[in-house]
């Protein structure tokens, strides 16, 4: 529990002080009305007695009085009655507040760190009011009147009769029976006689001498004259007094204004008591108002307050003052003007005079009486009460009157009966702190009440027996714990009286409290709490939270736990600031501890009644609280968070004087920033990166003429979290700055985003002026949004994201002017996602949430390494240049699939959509072999494009069959000089320069890669301004192309020597002098159809075959067979042809040292046209594969050769197959072959591929004769041959065969000899066999049979064998 | 069924069936203030050698609470409906030592931050094993 600024003796003796009555005459009264007062109030302040009192007790020991406090009250004063006591208290409560930047109180237990306030100041509030607004109750006499002063004016005509009828007044009140209230202590009240006396006014003299009279009369120590008002009224207002009554009354007057609604409560409330005071006017008092907590029954006038000349002095608050605090607060009324100092002082005398002279003689005098009745009656009353009661059989008592049936408490006893007596002295000791005597007395009348069975009387010693125990120093008796809960037990469950059994348990928790037993105190708190009143459980919870974490082990939870309940009950009772408070402190404990739902609910009840008391900052930050974190709550409750959160941030916007926004962070953020052109959805690649780079580095390289410079930037047009973000990027004015920003959801709702755009800040600049000054002030757009003259913002009017969905914006900016762009935010209204026509518009809240990038951890140093370091990104701040060109590339006709080797035209156009003219256009590539724009010397005249599209690629001249043609081209007339493979290739522009909107269109070859499959092909175009900017010196494009490509014809091109007869010679020839440079030479070219039965491709045709070398042409075709099927060359799916030519060596006439560099184009085409291969598309791509090296090793041949052949689709007619087909060119270069081994000669066997099959049926098994020619054809001049049929194995068929007959020929040819051998082979069953299996072994004649080689493998030669 | 591990403040907690959240997060909150009560309850000097399974800490109407402590002051809470005779205090014991030894397994991993929610697959799977088990 809180601490209290009292110790607890203080408290319970200030709990049960001796109450003093007070009867005024009306002049009295008058006089003292000059200050505001009433006489009891004007005595309040000073009834605290400073010094010490001494009485007798009965044994005539002396007791010392200390501290003694008295109540004087008007005689009439009433308690409140219960709903007016529990306004009193509530409102008592709510005023008092925890005072600004109280010292907080840290209690750390475990790893809690609580900040708790150290008081608890409404507590004790409720506490003394409560206390004081006890009722006077039977069954005690503590709160009875003790003493009555008799106040007269000084001033009055004949002051002894005023004291004469006043005297009879009390006596009247007291013994008359009319009224039951107030409630007297002994019989014969003690009688004080108070003259008056107004010193500004009155006649001193007549005073004092009346004063000598009334000595005279009543004895000194029964009256006195009090002296005041020494100064006349309102002079000296303005003099600095203390103003010792501010602290007692009128609390509500003085108490600070700003708490506003506070006051608007008690404003109520005070009107209330005002209509109430008015119909407790005695006019009509006569109504029937039942006391509800009267232990007795109340007659109808129960309170003599219906004399005229009282009801002046009726109540503390009298009218005239209320209605000053109603009508202003702040201005209270000035009490005690009239008061000096002086005044003050002869006040204080007075009561201690009143108390030391007349009350404790007169409480002495008393308690001696009784005493004495008391033992004189022991011996015989006792054993005679204990007598009756068993001869009646227990549970009556003579004296008991008929109240005792109806009274659920037990008995009521007559206020003379013994009984009572000891209580009265127990008390009356009680009062005069002789507690020894006192617990003595309660003990003994507790005994006595519980044999009588009167509980309440029973449960009332009990109380006070216990609290007598306590306050006795050097208690020889513990603290008797169990009395107390006896009593509470007993008033609450017995006599239902909630009131007292409170009283009872707030006096025991303090106590408990007081001996460190807070784990009892909580739980007596606890117990006390009920459904009837919310404000005092709720009181009584925190000061149960209180006792809890006050253990000595703390306990954090149930402090929690208790608070949020005490926060709960408050808010109950209206007590929001109180409510807030508890829970905020309970909130210490949840906060970030993982118990979410707890959290949650904190969150939201603090967020709730922040708002309700007008704290619209905290109850943002409350609900804020809620929404942010993982929410573990269901989606309705979402929503429902959601709905309150906007809507108190609306009015928190309203009212706020600056409406500032505030980010809400809902969201994660990630960002990208891109140019135009680049399509945002593709995802960064780390390894493309370098790749580009590498390419805008050889532009960059080829225009400054092979150095790259040193502030060469690869240029970049989208940014994001890989790029390298140090640099501020650069962008140009018109040109749209697009930011992508994830946003995510993480609740379970729908959001809805409207009106989202881009805050940034903006310097304008003039980059055109060297010195680069600021031609103008920073611009954001943070305020006003109307700034699109000189940053055009996009505005995304919807935007709404589901639950728990990451989506992504692309916020657009248009910049109009040269400058620094920072983006600094995005900015949105936030809505529920629900379509709500009422409140559509109303439920949605200005957003605005800043975007930081954080750079890339930082790794480099050793502070690096050791401390997480970020580095800067600058994403966000893109520098917007002055105008540059901007190119647009389209490609016309752009095959996404091609042949291996295939050739296509397609036509690419290039449009400059800026507003200045660009230049430099260049083009590179990370496949230069695949495309090319034609040569400057191939002057192809450029058609349209769809004009072109029937036409062939290629130029072709019509030529009749087998004719050589030979054209010489120089490489360096297709742009190529060095070896290397050229990568970059300029586009050539109409003088060189595009200007604004104009568009260029030119062809583009492009050639089928060599290798199958889906081939990535990157374009960079590079381009430059007319006009050299510092910040940006070219630009560039970029374009990645697929191509998918298919197979169709595999190549191979071997290349041998003649092997004439002179060959010999020529070669004896060439080593001696090497003058026959006419040498030819015998290329094979293997075609094979290897497509795979791609659609429409079935079957090509060779249309020609050229070659260019440097010292090798093609001559002639040599083909053998002669018809006219093969010299199509149509090659059918899978099918393989060979094609052998004789080539020549060049001329040597053009000779010299241009003749090495040209190329000799040779083209042999076997249909009825010629394609000039020396032209442009087939010598480009020629030369872009690079040039061929040099021979090795004194080689003989390097040389190429192309073969341009046509395939033709099997769904087209046979008419139409030169139309539709398209031409593709197959280049082949054969490499250069060296002659290791002395043999120079090659043998040549043809398997001619269509068998014939001479199937004849027999009966037996195997008796299938087949008969095949094969064709031997050599060059030699007379070899031994020899032919093994004796074949290895043939594997791959299945079954086999055997040749039959003779399997080992030996024969000798001659020259040119052509022979033929019939072989005979047997086959057991049906099948595919490959008859391909002899083997031919050869030498020259003359040499030895050791060498024997082997000869060229035949082909195989398959064969199918049906069954018949 | 409802299982928690904690420092004070859950480390983890996993409840089944998961609309009742609330009610268990309440019941295990309560039922820590029951633990500490037990442990301090023991002498110092036998702390050392205490058992660590505390046993039924208290019976609602609706659950039985069970707990079990760490030398290092760890909590673990397991609630199991009041209705289920089929777990004894045996198999509680067991559960309880099973849960220890993965958690032990979790404090091992060198990138677990003490006192960070817990959010291991493995001791996920164990447990979910458990509350299969026991339902």
């Known amino acids: 529990m809180a601490q209290c600024v009292q110790s607890v003796q203080e408290f319970i003796q200030d709990s049960f002080v001796p109450m003093v009555a007070v009867l005024c005459s009306e002049d009295a009264e008058r006089v003292t009305r000059k200050n505001s007062l009433s006489f009891p109030e004007l005595l309040r302040p000073f009834c605290r007695l400073t010094s010490e009192g001494h009485l007798r007790d009965p044994n005539n020991q002396v007791v010392v009085v200390k501290g003694l406090r008295i109540s004087v009250t008007g005689i009439n004063t009433r308690p409140p009655q219960t709903p007016e006591m529990h306004r009193l208290l509530s409102q008592a409560v709510s005023v008092c507040q925890p005072p600004e930047g109280s010292p907080a109180n840290v209690i750390t237990a475990g790893d809690y760190d609580l900040n708790i306030s150290a008081t608890t100041p409404w507590f004790e509030t409720y506490r003394e009011n409560f206390l004081q607004s006890m009722p006077a109750s039977e069954h005690e006499f503590l709160n009875h009147y003790l003493a009555c002063m008799l106040v007269v004016s000084s001033c009055e005509a004949v002051p002894t009769e005023q004291f004469l009828k006043l005297s009879q007044e009390q006596h009247r009140i007291q013994h008359s029976g009319e009224y039951t209230h107030p409630k007297w202590f002994i019989p014969n009240t003690l009688k004080y006689y108070v003259l008056l006396h107004d010193i500004s006014e009155g006649d001193e003299q007549r005073a004092d001498s009346v004063y000598e009279d009334m000595k005279q009369r009543y004895g000194t120590q029964g009256c006195y004259l009090l002296k005041i008002n020494s100064r006349s009224g309102s002079t000296g207002a303005d003099e600095q007094m203390p103003d010792p009554w501010s602290q007692y009354l009128h609390k509500t007057s003085i108490h600070n204004p700003e708490l506003y609604e506070e006051s608007a409560v008690s404003n109520a409330v005070e009107n209330n008591i005002g209509a109430e005071e008015d119909g407790l006017d005695p006019s009509i008092r006569d109504d029937n108002e039942t006391h509800p907590l009267q232990l007795d029954q109340p007659t109808d006038a129960g309170y003599p307050s219906n004399n005229a000349s009282q009801s002046v002095n009726n109540v503390d608050m009298t009218r005239p003052q209320k209605q000053a605090s109603v009508t202003s607060h702040t201005t209270p009324t000035p009490r005690g003007t009239c008061l000096t100092l002086n005044d003050h002082d002869h006040i204080r005398q007075f009561i201690q005079e009143f108390t030391f002279r007349g009350l404790l003689p007169h409480i002495e005098k008393n308690i001696r009486q009784l005493n004495d009745q008391l033992v004189s009656r022991k011996g015989l009353s006792r054993s005679l009460f204990s007598a009756t009661k068993k001869l009646f059989g227990g549970g009556k008592v003579p004296e008991k009157s008929i109240a005792e049936l109806k009274n659920t408490a037990g008995l009521l006893y007559p206020s003379e009966a013994p009984e009572l007596q000891i209580r009265k002295m127990a008390d009356l000791c009680f009062l005069v702190q002789h507690y020894e005597l006192a617990y003595n007395c309660y003990h003994t009348a507790k005994k006595d009440f519980l044999s009588d069975q009167a509980m309440l009387y029973a449960a009332g010693a009990l109380e006070m027996a216990a609290v007598a125990a306590f306050l006795q120093s050097g208690a020889p008796r513990p603290y008797p714990a169990h009395y107390m809960d006896t009593a509470i037990q007993t008033y609450r469950d017995v006599c239902k009286n909630m009131l007292l059994a409170e009283r009872c348990c707030l006096l025991s928790a303090e106590i408990l409290k007081s001996q460190t037993k807070y784990s009892d105190a909580a739980t007596l708190l606890i117990k006390m709490t009920s459904e009837d009143s919310d404000l005092r459980s709720a009181l009584l919870l925190e000061q149960a939270a209180h006792c809890f974490i006050n253990m000595r082990g703390p306990m954090v939870r149930k402090f929690a736990f208790h608070m949020i309940l005490a926060g709960h009950r408050f808010s109950k009772a209206g007590q929001k600031r109180h409510a807030l408070r508890c829970y905020c402190q309970a909130l210490q404990v949840y906060k970030g501890k993982g118990w979410a739902l707890a959290e949650d609910h904190i969150n939201f009840t603090i967020g709730r009644q922040s708002f309700t008391l007008r704290q619209p900052d905290n109850a943002v930050a409350a609900f804020r609280h809620i929404l942010i974190n993982d929410s573990k709550q269901s989606a309705v409750q979402q929503t429902a968070f959601l709905r309150e959160y906007l809507y108190v941030y609306k009015v928190r916007n309203t009212h706020s004087t600056s409406c500032i926004m505030e980010a809400l962070t809902l969201f994660s953020t990630g960002e990208k920033q891109a140019a135009t052109h680049v399509s945002l959805d593709q995802e960064f690649d780390r390894d493309l990166s370098p790749l580009w780079r590498e390419l805008e580095e050889r532009v960059v390289a080829v225009v400054n003429r092979g150095a790259v410079p040193i502030t060469f930037q690869p240029s970049q047009c989208c940014l994001n979290s890989q790029t390298d973000n140090l640099r501020y990027p650069l962008a140009v004015v018109e040109e749209p700055i697009i930011v992508e920003v994830v946003f995510r959801n993480p609740l379970k709702i729908p959001l809805a985003l409207s009106a989202l755009c881009l805050l940034w800040k903006f310097t304008p600049k003039d980059f055109s002026d060297p010195q680069g000054n600021t031609a103008g002030e920073t611009i954001t757009n943070e305020k006003t949004m109307a700034l699109n003259d000189i940053i055009d913002t996009q505005v995304i009017p919807e935007f709404t994201i589901s639950p728990e969905e990451t989506k992504v914006a692309r916020l657009k900016l248009l910049p109009h002017k040269t400058g620094e762009l920072h983006v600094l935010g995005v900015v949105y209204n936030l809505g529920t996602g629900e379509v709500d026509n009422s409140e559509g518009d109303l439920m949605c809240v200005r957003g605005q949430q800043n975007l930081e990038i954080q750079g890339p951890r930082l790794n480099m140093t050793k502070e690096e390494k050791t401390s997480v370091t970020y580095g800067p990104d600058h994403r966000l701040d893109p520098i917007i240049t002055p105008l540059m060109p901007l190119l647009e590339v389209f490609f016309i006709n752009f095959p996404t699939g091609l042949l291996c080797g295939e050739i296509r035209k397609a036509w690419v156009e290039f449009v400059n959509v800026s507003a200045v003219p660009l230049t430099g256009l260049r083009v590179a590539s990370t496949h230069p072999e695949f495309f090319t724009f034609g040569s400057a010397a191939s002057d192809l005249t450029p058609v349209t494009p769809t004009a072109a599209e029937h036409c062939s690629a290629y130029k072709t001249v019509a030529m009749p069959p087998s004719v050589e043609i030979v054209s010489l081209v120089s490489p360096a007339a297709f742009g190529v000089t060095s070896g290397d493979r050229p990568v970059v290739a300029e586009i050539p522009l109409s003088q060189g320069v595009l200007g604004p909107g104009e568009a260029l269109q030119i062809p583009l070859w492009l050639r089928g890669p060599d290798r199958e499959g889906v081939h990535e092909i990157n374009f960079l175009f590079y381009y430059e301004s007319t006009e050299k900017t510092a910040k940006l010196s070219h630009r560039v494009l970029r374009h990645t192309a697929f191509i998918c490509a298919s197979r169709s014809l595999s190549v191979r091109a071997t290349a041998s020597r003649s092997n004439t007869l002179h060959s010999r010679e020529r070669e004896t020839e060439e080593r001696q002098e090497g003058e026959e440079k006419n040498g030819s030479m015998l290329v094979f070219v293997d075609v094979e159809n290897i497509n795979t039965s791609e659609a429409g491709v079935r079957e090509f045709h060779i249309v020609q075959v050229s070659s260019s070398s440097r010292q090798w042409r093609l001559h002639k075709c040599i083909n053998p067979v002669g018809d006219k099927e093969n010299r199509r060359a149509i090659l059918a799916s899978r099918e393989r042809g060979k094609l052998c030519f004789k080539a020549t060596r060049c001329r040597t006439e053009e000779g010299g040292a241009s003749s090495s560099q040209k190329y000799t184009f040779a083209d042999l085409n076997l249909g009825n046209e010629q394609i000039v291969s020396s032209t442009t598309p087939c010598a480009d791509f020629f030369f872009r594969r690079g040039l061929p090296s040099e021979p090795r090793r004194g080689g003989v041949s390097t040389g190429g050769a192309s073969q341009i052949w046509r395939q033709s689709g099997t769904d087209d007619g046979v008419t139409n197959i030169v139309k539709k087909c398209s031409e593709v060119e197959k280049l082949y270069t054969v490499g250069t072959e060296s002659i290791q081994t002395p043999l120079n000669f090659s043998l040549f066997v043809i398997f001619k591929k269509n068998v014939l099959l001479n199937l004849q049926q027999s009966n037996t098994l195997d008796s299938v004769k087949i008969h095949f020619s094969e064709l031997i054809h050599h060059r030699l001049p007379s070899h031994t041959l020899v032919v093994y049929l004796c074949s290895p194995e043939s594997l791959e068929v299945h079954g086999s065969f055997s040749w039959l007959g003779q399997t080992q020929y030996k024969l000798q040819l001659q020259a040119q000899e052509v022979y033929r051998l019939s072989l005979k082979a047997c086959f057991f069953q049906a099948g595919v066999y490959n008859l391909g299996t002899p083997r031919v072994f050869a030498k020259l004649a003359q040499t030895s049979a050791m060498c024997e080689t082997s000869q060229q493998s035949a082909m195989p030669a398959l064969i199918i064998i049906n069954s018949v | ?135």
């Open chain 2, 1 to 135: 069924q409802s299982l928690c591990v904690h420092l004070n403040y859950p480390l983890y907690i996993r409840s089944v069936p998961t609309q009742g959240e609330l009610k268990f997060h309440y019941t295990v909150h309560t039922s820590l203030d029951v633990v500490e009560e037990k442990i301090s309850g023991v002498g110092k000097a036998l702390a050392d050698q205490r058992e660590l399974y505390l046993g039924l800490l208290y019976p609602t109407e609706d659950y039985k609470v069970y707990g079990y402590v760490t030398n290092s002051k760890v909590k673990f809470v397991i609630v199991v409906d009041s209705s289920n005779t089929s777990l004894r205090d045996n198999e509680i014991r067991s559960m309880f030592r099973k849960l220890h030894n993965s958690f032990t397994d979790v404090m091992c991993n060198p990138f677990y931050n003490p006192g960070d929610p817990i959010q291991s697959k493995a001791f996920d799977s164990i447990v979910s094993t458990m509350m299969v088990q026991a339902c």
